[in-house]
């Protein structure tokens, strides 16, 4: 890769090196979470292990050289149940059909909607303050599913006719929710914000939008259904308070759902949707090539290419990822660009197959190609 003039550090997020959030589970913690779920740990002894936990993980990502940290989900067993089945109007169950990843990995839960969509709790609240106080250096950084994870998987099928005759009136009280939220975490002192979108990426996939179809489900300006309650979401947020979304294709223990490049929502991806920077998984051929970063505008939005595995333990070499961020800036500028796994390693509290050691190596090589490539992490 050719040498770029080095870039100060950034002053907001992301930063050259960034991470989308989960972490592998420590030992300790998935005892103690196991031992709480059969009753013999009671919750306040379980939150004071899940502290000392996240205390620990993030001066590890403070020491590594990230300059964001999480508290790694640990206090979740979903990235995305755990939100949104707190969002008054929704509940978890154990359905009849699982969702199945690829191999035949079968997802335990899935989320219906009972009652009118509303933020009625302070849904990780405490949580994201709970990492705020324990940062040195870092950003604290909140990771939140996006509001499409209420609708795509289930669908039409999922929601009680009886609250919602009709869709509309749905989607605006979650667009609502969803506001009122954002607005929680700003006033909490949030000012790096992550809304994990998988299902805009899902719509890539013509295996997806087949078994919407076949559920019923309509299909058409679904992708606009989805950006207009991001924005609806982040309207209002503070100047200083920094929005991305992360898009994958499915994480549950190194297995996928989805496969397609971004171009079928890419135009709409980049330019309808207000957010200020994308967290895109590109760690296989599965994602396709960069050329829909054609439609970054020019400007402050930041594309963070997810390049480094989390399915796998097998460490990236600084070269091939150099190659790679080369091809990408052939179709937005290198200072619009930054690197990072393209998911979490323990999008459920099961995680993915790769050991700890291997974990902190690959955040590692992120900070080290990001120093090397645009001179500043």
């Not at 969803?178 to 929680?184: S, T």
């Not at 660009?337 to 590692?364: H, I, M, V, Y």
Request: proline share 6%; charged share 25%; net charge neutral.
């Amino acid at each position: 890769m050719r040498s770029p003039t080095p870039q100060p550090p950034r002053t907001r997020p992301p930063f050259r090196a960034d991470h989308v959030g989960s972490l592998l589970r420590p030992p300790a913690l998935r005892e103690a979470r196991a031992k709480h779920a059969a009753g013999g740990l009671s919750a306040t002894a379980l939150r004071a292990i899940e502290d000392r936990s996240i205390a620990e993980a993030i001066a590890r990502q403070e020491a590594i050289g990230l300059r964001a940290a999480t508290d790694g989900e640990f206090r979740r067993a979903y990235w995305h149940y755990d939100f949104v089945a707190r969002l008054g109007g929704t509940e978890l169950y154990v359905p009849e059909q699982h969702v199945e990843f690829k191999g035949g990995v079968m997802l335990p839960h899935r989320l219906r909607v009972t009652g009118r969509i509303a933020w009625t709790q302070p849904a990780f609240i405490d949580d994201f303050q709970f990492v705020a106080g324990h940062v040195k250096t870092a950003v604290a950084k909140q990771t939140i599913p996006a509001p499409s994870v209420v609708h795509f998987r289930g669908g039409r099928n999922s929601i009680d006719r009886r609250v919602y005759p009709e869709m509309d009136a749905f989607f605006d009280d979650l667009g609502r929710a969803y506001h009122h939220a954002v607005q929680a975490f700003a006033a909490a002192g949030c000012r790096y914000l992550q809304l994990d979108e998988v299902n805009i990426a899902y719509l890539c996939d013509p295996e997806q939008i087949a078994g919407l179809k076949s559920r019923g489900d309509y299909v058409e300006n679904l992708l606009g259904i989805y950006a207009d309650l991001i924005n609806r979401a982040i309207a209002g947020r503070p100047a200083d308070m920094v929005v991305s979304m992360h898009l994958c294709r499915g994480n549950f223990r190194s297995t996928f759902i989805a496969t397609g490049g971004y171009e079928p929502v890419a135009e709409a991806l980049f330019n309808q949707i207000g957010v200020d920077a994308y967290f895109m998984e590109w760690d296989t051929e599965r994602a396709g090539g960069f050329e829909p970063l054609r439609f970054v505008p020019r400007g402050n939005k930041i594309v963070v290419l997810g390049l480094v595995t989390t399915k796998t333990g097998a460490l990236e070499s600084k070269d091939d990822l150099k190659r790679r961020i080369e091809a990408a800036s052939r179709f937005v500028p290198l200072e619009q660009l930054a690197l990072s796994p393209q998911c979490g390693f323990a999008s459920t509290e099961e995680g993915n197959l790769l050991t700890a050691d291997e974990q902190w190596r690959k955040l590692e090589r992120c900070v080290e190609v990001a120093r090397e490539v645009w001179g500043a992490v």
